[in-house]
T-cell receptor, first 109, second 113 residues
Framework: GEDVEQSLFLSVREGDSSVINCTYT??????LYWYKQEPGAGLQLLTY?????DMKQDQRLTVLLNKKDKHLSLRIADTQTGDSAIYFC?????????FGAGTRLTVKP | DGGITQSPKYLFRKEGQNVTLSCEQN?????MYWYRQDPGQGLRLIYY???????QKGDIAEGYSVSREKKESFPLTVTSAQKNPTAFYLC????????????FGPGTRLTVL
């Protein structure tokens, strides 16, 4: 199984908030990341959070980190159709980065 | 423009042929990575290199080979020994200096005919 776990699908209406959840396993991870992948493209870094932070806000994006529960979430406010994509949670390992399987976000008009 | 380039974007191969996927970066990053992505799945690490002339196997290295003769370049060869090579291949480089982030290229879609 995956070390980093995410639900596979999320569907929201345009204008609503989206919340994508992730659980990770390595409590020593210094950074945790969210990436966005559009169809046929590479992964685009959306945001990251340092492990000593609880929250980070960047325009419409809010990242929450609960280290006790090893839980990371990404909230997208006022979700738009252009936000439809696959979102990957990732944690920094020793030599590489470990990724979840990705959450496919569908935004309905 | 600084970034990571991969070529070609689409690649078709006949069974039994080796093919080489190109990955170049001008970000001055020491470490580079190759991942494979299959539909509905996350990324699986094939090979990585932390420094020129050195590379390590990842989780699914069988049937693949790499070289790292220059800092900027990390080509991946998919050999005929790879049983199921049809997939989307992503190259990344790592920025140790600031947020220890990996940046990705646009990917190469390989299809075996």
């Amino acid at each position: 199984g995956e070390d980093v776990e995410q639900s596979l699908f999320l569907s929201v209406r345009e204008g609503d908030s989206s919340v994508i959840n992730c659980t990770y396993t390595d409590s020593s991870s210094t950074y945790l990341y969210w990436y966005k992948q559009e169809p046929g493209a590479g992964l685009q870094l959306l945001t990251y959070i340092f492990s000593n932070m609880d929250m980070k806000q960047d325009q419409r994006l809010t990242v929450l980190l609960n280290k006790k529960d090893k839980h990371l979430s990404l909230r997208i406010a006022d979700t738009q159709t252009g936000d439809s994509a696959i979102y990957f949670c990732a944690e920094r390992g020793n030599n590489d980065m470990r990724f979840g399987a990705g959450t496919r976000l569908t935004v309905k008009p | 423009d600084g970034g990571i380039t991969q070529s070609p974007k689409y690649l078709f191969r006949k069974e039994g042929q080796n093919v080489t996927l190109s990955c170049e970066q001008n970000l001055n990053h020491d470490a580079m990575y190759w991942y494979r992505q299959d539909p509905g799945q996350g990324l699986r690490l094939i090979y990585y290199s932390q420094i020129v002339n050195d590379f390590q196997k990842g989780d699914i290295a069988e049937g693949y080979s790499v070289s790292r003769e220059k800092k900027e370049s990390f080509p991946l060869t998919v050999t005929s020994a790879q049983k199921n090579p049809t997939a989307f291949y992503l190259c990344a480089s790592r920025d140790y200096a600031s947020t220890d982030t990996q940046y990705f290229g646009p990917g190469t879609r390989l299809t075996v005919l």
